[in-house]
């Protein structure tokens, strides 16, 4: 429960700071906008120090959920991986002890969506959705996905530099050794779950006719919704 009053609150607070001042251009919904890349680190220590990393976790290091999909072994699955960061391992072996597939599942099928509403919009999902946009991200924060199922988990140190001088005297949470060092070092712990790609589908599908039919939209918006029910999962 926590964790979904987590969603629900992260929803309400990007709909209180979105602004939607301009004219309703119809055609650009569906535009993708581009996302800003990660800043760079080296791994300097993982779970299995005499082996190497897994290969799932290096795919979705290098190129995210996506890329982990088109492996063989999850062809006919959607992949999803929870994360978490901190400065102290033995609290993320903690957070990944307590995480429950039945529970948290939502939170990351949330996140995976919530992106790709905001790609499909040009980053005014709000705005070319309308209440839509809050109301299907609702139904799927509160929803148990019946058929996911956790597969792995895995952690890595990383060392990193620092975006800006700012950054340097700002209190610190990444686990950096000194507030005065223009490096920081954090560990970074990931669970891997899974769920079949038909059963996931069909459940997001009925999620998205009941948010449909619980909102009342301005006449583009509503175009645009009924053009999303047919693409919402393509680039997914």
């Not at 002890?97 to 529970?103: A, L, T």
């Not at 669970?191 to 589908?201: A, C, D, T």
Request: glycine share 6%; hydrophobic share 40%.
């Amino acid at each position: 429960m926590f964790v979904k009053a987590v969603l629900f609150l992260l929803l309400e607070v990007i709909l209180a700071v979105s602004c939607a001042t301009k004219q309703f251009d119809e055609s650009q919904f569906g535009e993708t906008i581009a996302v800003s890349q990660p800043r760079s680190y080296t791994i300097i220590e993982h779970k299995n120090l005499a082996g190497d990393i897994p290969q799932w976790l290096q795919r979705y290091l290098d190129s995210g959920e996506r890329l982990v999909e088109a492996a063989a072994d999850y062809s006919g699955d959607y992949i999803f991986v929870t994360t978490e960061k901190g400065s102290g391992l033995a609290a993320l072996e903690k957070w990944s002890e307590y995480f429950r597939v039945e529970q948290d599942f939502s939170q990351a099928v949330f996140l995976r969506m919530y992106n790709r509403l905001v790609a499909e919009s040009g980053g005014r999902p709000d705005y070319y959705l309308g209440d839509f946009f809050e109301v299907f991200l609702k139904k799927i924060a509160g929803h148990t996905f019946a058929g996911a199922t956790r597969e792995y988990d895995y952690w890595i140190k990383v060392s990193f530099e620092r975006d800006s001088p700012a950054d340097v005297d700002a209190p610190d949470e990444s686990g950096a050794e000194s507030a005065d060092s223009e490096t920081g070092e954090e560990y970074r712990y990931y669970i891997l779950s899974k769920i079949n790609k038909v059963l996931f589908e069909k459940e997001i599908m009925i999620l998205f006719s009941a948010a449909q039919s619980e909102v009342t939209l301005e006449k583009a918006q509503a175009g645009a919704v009924s053009r999303l029910q047919n693409t919402v999962l393509s680039r997914f």
